[in-house]
């Protein structure tokens, strides 16, 4: 069975949307599924299929992603989707074992899908407690498969769903719990086993989230290397573990380990898309942030002076996007030293991001950059 399509992406979370005061206390996740009614029990969605599935031996349909920060949410929730799948609670739909075709394979992924997408709707309507009940029923369902000795792609797809709802509801105790164990999988798991990368990418991913950045470089090394090893050393598909590992680098002091791969994954997207195409913008605007940090604040403003004419070229010159840019590029000009053109820039910026109504003037990352400006203005004495 060929790869599923997949898109280059960052998988910096899982983008859910939570409200602190909305996120329970963690509880076990031995608390007994309930059959009927009350506890634990939910019924099972009269959800269709939503999500476009195909493998490469059959032909496949790319997904409309537009930009590599649109792709960085996308391969978040669709890769683990595709995956395999698990039922709601009810016993009789639980999968028992492996599946042996591809029709099951494909009832599996719609499975998942509508899990994934119930989780994920309990959660941004703030029913942050169901949820939990959700993902901890289709835990102990799991669970029983790997007791039973099922420890293989399928399980391990399975926690890595439910690790990334875990996440995505605050409970990073629990999402921890499945990580580890689905590691514990994974390292038995042979390289060319189905999927494997995809699922390694999202344990990275959720490492970092949870500070466990060893943890994390680890598993984006060894996905790396096996995509490297099927399509490359420069495809777009080896984007995802490098700014993954550059991030973790970033994160524990390694700067110049995460440059260098930062660098990579933009000397690969120039090769494969151009040296003016949008998605540059991502990686560039990361690489330019640790810069800045990092002291090296001239090379940031060239990474940011790329992405505001990589911009006026694809959206004009007038467009919001743009004016986000500015102000960006504005930032790093003032962490150089250039007080009177970071001035120029965030005046400019902002004022395009107020003509075009790109967000609201008091939204708090808009108030933030009048802020910037208003003491960057105060130490120049104007």
Known sequence: MALKERLPNLLDDTNFSVRTSDRAEPAPLTATTSRGGGGLGE?????????????????????????????????????????????????SNVLDGPTTSLNEMNEFEIQLNNLFLEVRAKIEKGHINDALNLLKANYAAVEEQINGGFRGIEQAAILDTLALGFIGAGDLKNAEHLLNMLKEIVDDLHDDTLLLDSILMHMGSGYTTLGKFD????????????????????????????????????????ASEAVALYGRAIYILENERGTENEELAVPLSVLGNLLITEGKATDAVSCFKRIVDIYRKVYGETDGRVGMAMCSLAYAMCAKGDVNEAISMYEGGLQIIRDTKYMSVDDNLFEKMRTDLAELLHAAGR
Do not use: C, D, H
């Open 43 to 91: 019924q099972p969605w009269p959800l269709n299929p939503s999500i476009f599935l195909a493998f490469r031996s059959q032909g496949t349909k790319k997904l409309p992603a537009k930009s590599l920060a649109l792709q960085v949410y996308l391969l978040s929730r669709l890769i683990a989707l595709w995956f395999l799948g698990i039922s709601y609670i009810s016993r």
């Open 215 to 254: 943890q994390a470089v680890s598993l984006y090394a060894r996905g790396l290397k096996i995509i490297e090893r099927k399509f490359g050393i420069n495809n777009p598909f080896n984007i995802t573990p490098l700014m993954g590992m550059a991030k973790a680098f970033g994160l524990t002091g390694r």
